[in-house]
């Protein structure tokens, strides 16, 4: 049996999806089915909304197509044949696709009784598929815009062996219990709010604690590798924009002006241009180069209401920005400089795995001459090099006005997350006409380079809610200690504890509730807090206390042997000092 690429088998089971939802709903109306990362989905049309048995029915379907072996063939027709054929089974949004590719001929797939508007590829036949799963519904606008009729999306999956799957579920299933919405909520971090809207983020008491906690760190090692902090306002003139090109570019995913004195403003989408005036405030020389800019901005994109997912899509996100402005020259040692910046961070926070992508020129439209392109893709290549990195080449993936390097982060259940971007920027140089005096006295353009370690603190405050699945680290964790009394008189003893060590940042609570003890114990376990102190009499009079780390008894110590023990605790863990996430 010839052996297919995994999209092509997922590609291939959206077709016998949709055959099955045919069977089921013979008046369904199809848009879209394409394989995706871990699977594939179909969007339709349907006269009633789906439920989870119709789910088992559908996937009993398909099933049974799998066994028919049904060959898959390809069929090349006119432009007439497709409009007639589409417009006879009453297809609107095939006839939509066919509208907007506007060629002279199209490409169909059959198999069995079923036949679809596609360019494939396929397998040879349905029971070269495997197993497959169907695993839920959703809605979605056709084409992404709530202008359009909203379809139901079913999402499937398939791989060649049943083992496959039945990792693939378990996984689906653990990442059921690390949702960062779910633990988010129970452990009192963060919520979103209908009366607020969308996408718009509560900071709580304890995440926003641990949100500090986070931001300070980036600060002390920003400030030990070399940057200055700018800060920069949530709105900008239009003219801003203007040059900067977003308003031709991007305003698609800006929002509407707001006019103050005849003039229009809008919410920032990003930081870069209010750097890039900070740059131009001031006339610099090659002695002052390179500059270092670098911000925790606030940005507001716009994002339709059917894309927004908890803390990892949200319509208003920090970014942990930076600008490095340097020149040609410097370029090589700058991009060197970051990636170890970002590895290193990203390691302190526990992600040790990760999958470094370098995109390069794209082959037709981009800003720069060749030159450019050719020594900071080398740049960016001999950065790679040095760390020694195993590294992939997205070639021609580049944006327009610059080559990247993208960095992956894996996991505690192995799932990939985009993190870090190293963007070089040959355009807004250009457009801002930035420019600094060269050893020659003459002007010369810089290089600017786009740099983000965790993309958003928002997004990445998500993904270590997943990634820990709730139970951080002490340095991070909201809440370190929890002290437990279990008699009246330990009340006085236990406010002492906490005064003095919260004078000394420890972050500790007092749990004095009438519970008694054992349930007071599986509160720790459900709230995940790393330690706790059971407080009494004994404990008093001797002036020793036990310190537990779970059910594991850490030691015994004085009073201030346990602060000192809990300062430690406490000190954010140098690059070299990284701890396992489990």
Request: net charge negative; glycine share 6%; hydrophobic share 40%.
């Given at each position: 049996?010839?052996?297919?690429?995994i999209?092509?088998?997922?590609h291939?089971?959206?077709h016998?999806?949709a055959?099955?939802?045919?069977e089921l709903f013979?008046?369904a109306?199809?848009g879209?089915?394409?394989?995706i990362?871990d699977g594939?989905y179909?969007?339709f049309e349907?006269?009633?909304?789906?439920?989870?048995?119709?789910l088992?029915?559908?996937?009993r379907r398909?099933?049974?197509?799998?066994?028919?072996?049904?060959?898959f063939?390809?069929l090349?027709w006119?432009?007439?044949e497709?409009?007639?054929?589409?417009?006879?089974?009453r297809?609107?949004?095939?006839?939509?696709?066919i509208?907007?590719?506007?060629?002279p001929?199209?490409?169909?797939?059959?198999?069995g009784?079923?036949?679809?508007?596609?360019k494939g590829?396929?397998?040879?036949?349905?029971?070269?598929i495997?197993?497959?799963?169907?695993?839920?519904v959703?809605?979605?606008?056709?084409r992404?815009s709530?202008?359009?009729p909203?379809?139901?999306?079913i999402?499937?999956?398939a791989?060649?062996?049943?083992?496959?799957?039945?990792?693939?579920?378990?996984?689906?299933?653990?990442?059921k219990k690390?949702?960062?919405?779910?633990l988010g909520?129970?452990?009192?971090?963060f919520s979103?709010?209908?009366?607020i809207?969308?996408g718009?983020?509560l900071?709580h008491?304890?995440g926003?604690?641990?949100?500090?906690?986070?931001?300070?760190?980036?600060?002390?090692v920003?400030?030990r590798?070399?940057?200055?902090?700018?800060?920069?306002?949530?709105v900008g003139?239009s003219?801003l924009w203007?040059?900067?090109?977003?308003?031709?570019?991007y305003q698609?995913?800006?929002?509407?002006?707001?006019?103050?004195e005849?003039?229009?403003?809008?919410?920032?989408?990003?930081?870069?241009?209010?750097?890039i005036?900070?740059?131009?405030?001031?006339?610099y020389s090659?002695?002052h180069?390179?500059?270092?800019f670098?911000?925790?901005?606030?940005?507001y994109r716009y994002?339709r209401?059917?894309v927004?997912?908890?803390?990892?899509?949200?319509?208003?996100f920090t970014?942990?920005?930076?600008?490095?402005?340097?020149t040609?020259e410097q370029?090589q040692d700058?991009?060197l400089?970051?990636?170890?910046?970002?590895?290193?961070v990203?390691s302190?926070?526990?992600f040790?795995?990760?999958?470094?992508?370098?995109?390069?020129r794209p082959?037709?439209?981009f800003?720069?001459?060749l030159?450019?392109?050719a020594?900071?893709?080398n740049?960016?290549?001999?950065?790679?090099?040095?760390?020694?990195i195993?590294?992939q080449?997205?070639?021609g993936?580049?944006?327009?006005?610059?080559p990247?390097i993208?960095?992956?982060i894996?996991?505690a259940?192995?799932r990939?997350w985009?993190?870090?971007t190293?963007?070089f920027d040959?355009?807004?140089?250009?457009?801002?006409?930035?420019?600094?005096?060269g050893?020659d006295g003459k002007?010369?353009?810089?290089y600017m380079i786009h740099?983000?370690l965790w993309?958003?603190?928002?997004?990445?405050?998500?993904i270590?809610?997943?990634?820990?699945?709730?139970?951080?680290p002490?340095?991070l964790?909201?809440?370190?200690?929890r002290?437990?009394?279990v008699?009246?008189?330990a009340?006085?003893?236990?406010?002492?504890?906490?005064k003095s060590w919260?004078?000394h940042?420890?972050r500790?609570e007092?749990?004095?509730?009438?519970?008694?003890?054992?349930?007071?114990?599986?509160k720790?376990?459900?709230?995940k807090?790393?330690?706790h102190?059971?407080?009494?009499?004994?404990?008093?009079?001797?002036?020793?206390?036990?310190v537990?780390?779970?059910?594991k008894?850490?030691?015994?110590?004085g009073i201030?042997?346990?602060?000192?023990?809990?300062?430690s605790?406490?000190?954010?863990?140098d690059f070299l000092d990284?701890?396992?996430?489990?």
């Open positions: 049996m010839v052996a297919f690429p999209e092509v088998i997922r291939s089971a959206a016998v999806l055959q099955a939802v045919l013979p008046e109306k199809l879209i089915g394409p394989s990362e594939f179909y969007d349907l006269p009633r909304s789906l439920s989870d048995d119709d088992i029915d559908l996937e398909m099933n049974v197509i799998l066994v028919q072996d049904q060959p063939s390809q090349e006119t432009a007439e497709a409009v007639a054929y589409m417009t006879e089974k297809q609107s949004y095939k006839l939509d696709i509208k907007d590719l506007n060629l001929t199209y490409s169909f797939f059959k198999n009784p079923f036949l679809d508007l596609c590829p396929h397998v040879a036949s349905t029971g070269q495997g197993v497959i799963k169907l695993l839920k959703s809605g979605a606008y056709w992404g709530e202008k359009n909203m379809l139901q999306r999402y499937g999956t791989f060649c062996a049943r083992e496959d799957l039945d990792r693939h579920l378990l996984k689906l299933e653990e990442a690390r949702d960062h919405r779910l909520k129970d452990l009192g971090l979103i709010q209908e009366d809207g969308g718009l983020i900071w008491p304890k926003a604690r641990m949100r500090y906690l986070m931001e300070e760190y980036w600060r002390q920003h400030l590798s070399g940057y200055e902090f700018v800060n920069s306002p949530h003139l003219k203007h040059t900067s090109g977003h308003l031709d570019f698609e995913n800006m929002y509407s002006s707001i006019r103050v005849e003039q229009e403003y809008y919410l920032k989408p990003m930081n870069c241009p209010f750097h005036m900070v740059y131009k405030d001031k006339g090659y002695r180069l390179p500059l270092r670098a911000e925790l901005g606030t940005v994002e209401s059917g927004l997912h908890g803390l990892m899509r949200v319509r208003g970014q942990d920005d930076a600008h490095i402005i340097c040609p370029v700058e991009i400089t970051v990636m170890k910046l970002c590895l290193d990203l302190v926070f526990g040790q795995k990760v999958e470094v992508y370098l995109s390069t082959k037709e439209k800003v720069g001459d030159e450019q392109w020594q900071a893709e740049a960016l290549r001999q950065a790679i090099d040095i760390l020694g195993d590294y080449v997205d070639d993936g580049g944006a327009f006005y610059g990247k993208d960095i992956k894996e996991d259940i192995g990939q985009q993190c870090s190293v963007q040959f355009n807004l140089p250009d457009r801002f006409d930035m420019t600094y005096i050893v002007k010369h353009r810089p740099r983000a993309g958003s603190v928002e997004r990445f405050f998500g270590l809610i997943e990634h820990y699945e709730g139970k951080f002490a340095w964790a909201p809440v370190q200690v002290l437990l009394t008699s009246e008189t009340e006085s003893y236990a406010l002492f504890l906490k919260m004078a940042g420890i500790v007092l749990d004095h509730s009438n519970d008694k003890i054992g349930a007071k114990i599986r720790i376990f459900l709230d807090i790393p330690y102190i059971v407080l009494g009499d004994r404990e008093i009079q001797s002036k020793m206390i036990c537990k780390q779970g059910n008894e850490v030691g015994s110590f201030e042997e346990a602060r000192d023990f809990f300062l605790e406490s000190a954010y863990p990284v701890a396992s996430p489990h």
